[in-house]
């Protein structure tokens, strides 16, 4: 469903249905950052335009701004939803990664309109969706996360933020500045995009090789190595620590022949894409610094893969 498929209770032609339509690009933006989930945060979008659809034409007259309507109604579907996975993680099996996302380049097929693009086309690739980024926001508290999001990268001011969160707009603030400091903390020296592409490439075909000396080379020797493989797939259920294990565990699965990795971009970011018997089977994303491999994040988990399986 989407929004302009579903009329307005009356069966007259909404005169804001294309505007209304407009903001599910930003929606979508929005929520996913907030959940690091595509599919959640479609669910979110959709039931965002269901309640807006379910007012009666006097009522959506009586909205000034429907954009910013829109939006408090999906940053509050957003915090309910953090609030209930964190009770979903808590049984998830293995670690729980965010859902990586391709560059428009990864489609197997050509280039489709806005109105037909899948909502994984529609995320705009920038540092708030990298994986380290993401990850950073899954350590907040669910009133963290969406103060900080919605005010520091989406620029809304704190009153604004406050109706969505539910407290005053100075609690909102130290919401924000306390969730700030972690990403501070976490930020590590920025690379060239060419350079991380290098490292990236090299681990590939030290990769392939088996060269186990080559892949300790690349990686820093307090990395960390986490796979996502939520109970459907075989994955480590706890993340591989040290340049030596990670190297080793990723030269005994090489399986010539049968496994091919190819370089991509995950998140905004190079990364991997393996593929066994010609499936797609598994997506890398990493965290580069100073040549170095700080962290590595394998999604196997097929579910978080569908944006990548379009046919």
Not at 5 to 15: A, C, E, K
Not at 207 to 232: E, F, H, M, S
């Amino acid at each position: 469903m989407t929004p302009s498929s579903t009329p307005p209770q009356d069966g007259r032609l909404d005169p804001m249905s294309s505007a209304l339509t407009g903001e599910r690009r930003r929606l979508i933006n929005l929520a996913y950052r907030m959940l690091g989930s595509l599919a959640e945060a479609e669910d979110v979008v959709q039931e965002t335009y269901a309640r807006w659809y379910a007012l009666s034409r006097r009522q959506q007259e009586a909205v000034a701004s429907p954009g910013g309507w829109l939006t408090k109604v999906a940053g509050r579907i957003c915090l309910d939803v953090l609030r209930s996975a964190r009770v979903r993680r808590e049984r998830y099996v293995g670690e729980w990664v965010p859902e990586p996302l391709p560059a428009r380049t990864e489609w197997p097929t050509g280039a489709m309109d806005d109105s037909t693009a899948d909502p994984a086309d529609r995320v705009t690739l920038d540092e708030s969706v990298s994986m380290a980024f993401l990850v950073v926001l899954e350590a907040m508290t669910p009133a963290e996360r969406v103060a900080f999001v919605l005010h520091d990268v989406f620029r809304y001011p704190f009153a604004d933020v406050a109706d969505i969160v539910g407290r005053t707009p100075a609690a909102c603030r130290q919401l924000a500045t306390s969730a700030r400091r972690r990403v501070d903390a976490s930020r590590a020296p920025v690379s060239p995009t060419a350079q991380r592409a290098r490292v990236v490439r090299e681990f590939r075909l030290a990769w392939q090789a088996k060269d186990i000396n080559a892949l300790i080379g690349l990686l820093d020797p307090d990395a960390t190595a986490v796979g996502d493989g939520g109970g459907i797939v075989t994955a480590q259920l706890r993340p591989i620590e040290g340049a030596e294990q990670i190297a080793r565990f990723f030269a005994d699965r090489t399986r010539p022949g049968r496994l091919a990795v190819r370089e991509c971009t995950v998140n905004g970011q190079p990364g991997l894409a393996a593929h066994l018997d010609g499936a797609l089977v598994s997506v890398y994303a990493f965290d580069i610094a100073d040549d170095r491999i700080r962290r590595i994040w394998a999604v196997l988990n097929p579910e978080k893969l569908r944006p990548w399986k379009r046919e």
